[in-house]
């Protein structure tokens, strides 16, 4: 099974989160996992958060590829490719994760964390589990939830961006 981040690697994405759940999910699925990790990884101010992730990483193998900055095909690419886009937040002040609806809308379902702003992309459209932020345990029982379920696609109908510049005009022209 192939897992899948896009985002900086900034301490409130909660990365090593993730990397401590993979081994459990492994053991919950019974199949290796590996994580594809597409942004950059040079956010300012963030080294030695880089540091302990690349100290973890190193550990494992070549289960973690870092791809670095997507364009916008390549990002279509990589949601289509991945089994699983998880979004491990752990700031609570994160936001709603635009991230999610672009996988989404490729027919990838989500896990993310259970805050605020994160959790309303799988909440609309049901494509998706939550997880406890901080904790890898929950996290890999979510991700495993999804990986054993299949999810009906719809996105689509409710992040639809002809119903979002309608919405938007009626409110200008208001």
Do not use: C, W
């Not at 900055?69 to 990589?78: H, M």
């Not at 929950?138 to 992040?159: D, G, Q, W």
Request: proline fraction near 5%; avoid cysteine; charged fraction near 25%.
């Amino acid at each position: 099974m192939t897992l899948g981040i896009a985002a900086r690697l900034a301490e409130e994405k909660g990365v090593e989160y993730l990397l401590e759940a993979i081994p459990l999910i492994e053991d919950n699925i019974k199949k290796e996992v590996d994580l594809l990790i597409a942004g950059p990884i040079e956010p300012v101010g963030e080294e030695k958060y880089k540091n302990k992730i690349m100290n973890l990483v190193k550990h494992m193998g070549n289960k973690v590829k870092f791809l670095g900055i997507l364009g916008q095909k390549e990002l279509r690419n990589f949601y289509g490719s991945i089994d699983i886009l998880v979004l491990p937040s752990v700031n609570s002040t994160e936001a709603f994760g635009m991230v999610q609806v672009e996988a989404m809308l490729q027919g990838t379902p989500v896990v993310a964390s259970n805050l605020p702003g994160v959790r309303i992309p799988i909440l609309k459209t049901k494509m998706g589990e939550l997880a406890e932020p901080k904790n890898a345990k929950s996290l890999s029982e979510a991700i495993s939830k999804v990986y054993r379920n299949k999810y009906v696609n719809t996105a689509s109908k409710i992040f639809d961006i002809n119903k979002s510049y309608e919405k938007y005009r009626v409110v200008i022209l208001s």
